[in-house]
C-alpha cells in the first residue's frame, strides 16, 4: 500500500517556465512533508518542508503548497534552469513516528 | 564537515549470499536511518538506529537486519540475498531522531545475480 504517491513518473518543461510536481497521500496521520532532489550517483538532498498547520512554505524559486483536505501537496519551481533537472522525492511523516515515507519519485528535465 | 560516507559503493553478490553495507554518519549525528531504493517502490525505509538501539523498523522479511555501534556507525546486514534484493541502498543520519531534515549517503548498488 503507497501512501505516499508521485503518480506522475516524469515531466518535461522548458527552462524559465514553472514546473510543478505533484504528490498525493493516504495517510490523515501525516503532520510533515518534505521534498528531496536526487541527482544520478547522489544520495538525495533536502529541498524544502512543510508542516500541517501552514499550506505554502516558500524558499526562493521553490513553494511548497499543501492542500489537507485533499491530501496533496505540490513543489513549485519558478523559474525551472537545466540544473533543476533531477529526481524530485516528496515524503510524509506522522507526529507519531519519525519514520520517513517517501514517494515513488518524478524525474524532472528541464530543457533549453 | 565531512557527509555521510557510505562503503562500499558498488557491490555484485550471488542468491543465497548475505552481504554486510556500512554506514558513517556526519560526525556527531546519532540518528541512522537505512533506505532502499529501487525503480518500481522508489524509497522504502528499512529501520532507524539512535544511540545503539533500532527505533523504528519498516515492512522488510527479517533477512534484512542491522546494527549501530556506539561511534554512531552502522551496518546493514541481508542475509540469503534474492535477486529483487538488488537496489540502492541509502543512508541518512540526522543529530537526533525526528531532526527536520536527514542528510543522505551516495548509496550503496547492490546487484545480485
Known amino acids: 500500500d503507497q501512501q505516499v504517491k508521485q503518480n506522475s513518473p516524469s515531466l518535461s518543461v522548458q527552462e524559465g517556465r514553472i514546473s510543478i510536481l505533484n504528490c498525493d497521500y493516504t495517510n490523515s496521520m501525516f503532520d510533515y512533508f518534505l521534498w528531496y532532489k536526487k541527482y544520478p550517483a547522489e544520495g538525495p538532498t533536502f529541498l524544502i518542508s512543510?508542516?500541517?498547520?501552514?499550506d505554502k512554505n516558500e524558499d526562493g524559486r521553490f513553494t511548497v503548497f499543501l492542500n489537507k483536505s485533499a491530501k496533496h501537496l505540490s513543489l513549485h519551481i519558478v523559474p525551472s534552469q537545466p540544473g533543476d533537472s533531477a529526481v524530485y522525492f516528496c515524503?510524509?511523516?506522522?507526529?507519531?513516528?519519525?519514520?520517513?515515507?517517501f514517494g515513488t519519485g518524478t524525474r524532472l528535465q528541464v530543457f533549453p | 564537515k565531512a557527509g555521510v560516507t557510505q562503503t562500499p559503493r558498488y557491490l555484485i553478490k550471488t542468491r543465497g549470499q548475505q552481504v554486510t553495507l556500512s554506514c558513517s554518519p556526519i560526525s556527531g549525528h546519532r540518528s541512522v536511518s537505512w533506505y532502499q531504493q529501487t525503480p518500481g517502490q522508489g524509497l522504502q525505509f528499512l529501520f532507524e538506529y539512535f544511540s545503539e538501539t533500532q527505533r523504528n523498523k519498516g515492512n522488510f522479511p527479517g533477512r534484512f537486519s542491522g546494527r549501530q555501534f556506539s561511534n554512531s556507525r552502522s551496518e546493514m546486514n541481508v542475509s540469503t540475498l534474492e535477486l529483487g534484493d538488488s537496489a540502492l541502498y541509502l543512508c541518512a543520519s540526522s543529530p537526533v531522531p525526528g531532526s527536520e531534515t536527514q542528510y543522505f549517503g551516495p548509496g550503496t548498488r547492490l546487484l545480485v545475480l
Open positions: 512543510i508542516s500541517s498547520i501552514k
Open positions: 515524503a510524509a511523516s506522522a507526529w507519531n513516528t519519525d519514520k520517513l515515507i
